[in-house]
């Protein structure tokens, strides 16, 4: 049961690389057209399928340091695909988009933090 819940997070991964390791991307119109919006919304759900990882009881007793953890993993995962992108043709490596990518990863984690204390308190 553990590792089926990894895979969700691994999908995404592997969706946020595949897109990273092409030279041009289709650009949507509106605001889901803003590139640093792509960014945060990828990582959000990135760090909410992270967020599945820790049992109810670590989100529980250890909290910030699980929300800490879920950031951690997202971000950094941000700042191995900005360095991949260097390599492609048409790409770069951007401290604003691997920026963006964090505060997505923010937003996922304490949306998580969140929903499972919610859980808590309603099983109490």
Not at 17 to 26: A, D, E, K, R, V
Not at 45 to 61: D, E, H, I, N, R
Request: one cysteine or more.
């Amino acid at each position: 049961m553990m590792t089926a819940l990894k895979l969700p997070a691994v999908g995404i991964a592997a969706a946020i690389w595949f897109l990273s390791s092409q030279s041009i991307l289709p650009k949507p119109k509106g605001i889901f057209g803003f590139d640093k919006v792509q960014h945060s919304i990828a990582y959000m759900a990135l760090a909410c399928m992270v967020g599945l990882w820790p049992s109810q009881k670590q989100w529980k007793t250890r909290g910030f340091l699980t929300l800490l953890a879920v950031i951690g993993i997202a971000s950094a995962y941000g700042i191995i695909d900005e360095i991949h992108q260097s390599f492609v043709p048409g790409r770069d490596c951007s401290v604003w988009d691997w920026l963006a990518d964090t505060i997505g990863a923010i937003l996922g984690a304490a949306l998580m933090l969140l929903i499972n204390r919610r859980r808590s308190s309603n099983e109490a």
